[in-house]
């Protein structure tokens, strides 16, 4: 039996959650049946999680938070439906683009929800109309993004300009086109490791919801790095968010 505890999500997207995505798109493509409990506000997080901080997952009755974590225990507990790379240098390859997405987009998807003028618009919007917004006369999401946003001041990133941020994000997918070259996914593999799935994940969270201004700009101008991750949801029998697809048919509209 596993449960998979997660944020919500919506417009094709199981979760908005970047690491929440990650997990989903994991489990299937080991073809894993699961649940999923959708948490509605930071208590129902801190209930399922040991850190407050989700995704988390029951395996047989074990409790693990983390996503790398989660996907530790995975290959562990199923060695027979594993896909990433065992070979040294590729398994090492392989964490490092995980740790890159973990880090530095996981911060750029942050700081396009929270801090930067349009994402955090839209993204407050959503945040308005889903289940369980408000608990009393309290918009609890709003009051839980100021830890968001504490965080990321900490981090360094949440001290940057959006036009900072924007080239970051820029130098960031340019690195992942420049490691695509010679495969459909990273380091020239025929079959996606953890590194592609969390970067798809933060891909997909860095356009959701649909309408993200600039961010979709810097993937209007990254065509590989925004079809690497339509691949990468497609090798996971997923189908890929229309926030991505709208991109590339935007960018190829006269
Ligand atoms: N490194 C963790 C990050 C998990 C994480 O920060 N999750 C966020 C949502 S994307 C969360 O639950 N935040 C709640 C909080 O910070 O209170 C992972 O990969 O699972």
């Not at 129902?44 to 989660?70: E, F, M, N, Q």
């Not at 530790?72 to 964490?95: C, I, S, V, W, Y």
């Not at 009051?143 to 940057?160: E, I, P, Q």
């Amino acid at each position: 039996m596993i449960t998979l505890f997660q944020w919500p999500g919506g417009e094709g997207l199981a979760s908005a959650s970047p690491p929440c995505v990650k997990v989903h798109l994991t489990l299937k493509r080991m073809g894993l049946t699961y649940e999923t409990k959708t948490a509605k506000n930071p208590f129902d997080a801190k209930r399922a999680s040991a850190t407050g901080r989700l995704p988390a997952i029951d395996i047989d009755g074990t409790r693990i938070s983390d996503s790398s974590a989660i996907l530790d225990a995975l290959q562990e507990r199923f060695p027979e439906k594993a896909f990433f790379p065992t070979e040294p240098l590729a398994a090492a390859q392989d964490r490092v683009m995980e740790t890159y997405a973990n880090e530095t987009l996981y911060a750029f998807t942050g700081y396009f929800r929270w801090l930067e003028k349009d994402g955090a618009r839209r993204f407050a919007q959503w945040l308005t109309e889903q289940e369980g917004f408000l608990i009393g006369r309290v918009a609890l999401p709003l009051l839980f993004a100021r830890g968001f946003r504490k965080r990321l001041r900490t981090n360094g990133v949440g001290l940057l300009s959006p036009d900072e941020v924007c080239r970051g994000l820029d130098r960031a997918l340019e690195t992942i086109e420049a490691c695509l070259q010679g495969g459909p996914f990273l380091h020239g593999r025929d079959t996606p490791g953890r590194g592609d799935i969390a970067i798809a994940s933060c891909g997909s969270s860095l356009l959701f919801p649909g309408g993200m201004a600039r961010a979709s700009e810097a993937f209007a101008r990254r065509p590989a790095a925004r079809e690497h991750a339509e691949r990468v949801f497609e090798s996971c029998s997923t189908e890929a968010p229309p926030c991505l697809s709208d991109v590339g048919r935007r960018a190829a509209a006269p």
